[in-house]
Nanobody
Framework: QVQLVESGGGLVQAGDSLRLSCAASGRTFSTNTMGWFRQAPGREREFVAAITWSGAITYYADSVKGRFTSSRDNAKNTVYLQMNSLKPEDTAVYYC????????????????????WGQGTQVTVPS
């Protein structure tokens, strides 16, 4: 079992920056790729970013590419999402997620690939 806890959310003005953290505990050795998803009220949960175990490869949704950066510190079992130039449309609950290495097939944009999920952290960017 892996537990994920997001933190760092809050209310910021458009154009500002925010860094989210996702701390993992438990059987973290079973994980590899980590993902970030978000869900706005009345919207489906959508892919935001993903990062491989080494952190050498990252993937981003077109909507955040160039503004968001994912990184990780495996010594701390923590993944980060640096969000710059925030927009009102970035308002959502942000979730981190981890794959189970035994079942991951490489479709990092798909929710079903992630076996473990955090509870989410709210990011609000008012219009």
């Amino acid at each position: 079992q892996v537990q994920l806890v997001e933190s760092g959310g809050g209310l910021v003005q458009a154009g500002d920056s925010l860094r989210l953290s996702c701390a993992a505990s438990g059987r973290t050795f079973s994980t590899n790729t980590m993902g970030w998803f978000r869900q706005a009220p009345g919207r489906e949960r959508e892919f935001v970013a993903a990062i491989t175990w080494s952190g050498a490869i990252t993937y981003y949704a077109d909507s955040v590419k160039g503004r968001f950066t994912s990184s990780r510190d495996n010594a701390k079992n923590t993944v980060y999402l640096q969000m710059n130039s925030l927009k009102p449309e970035d308002t959502a609950v942000y979730y981190c997620a981890a794959v189970d290495r035994a079942y991951y097939s490489g479709n990092y944009r798909r929710e079903y690939e992630y076996a473990y999920w955090g509870q989410g952290t709210q990011v609000t960017v008012p219009s």
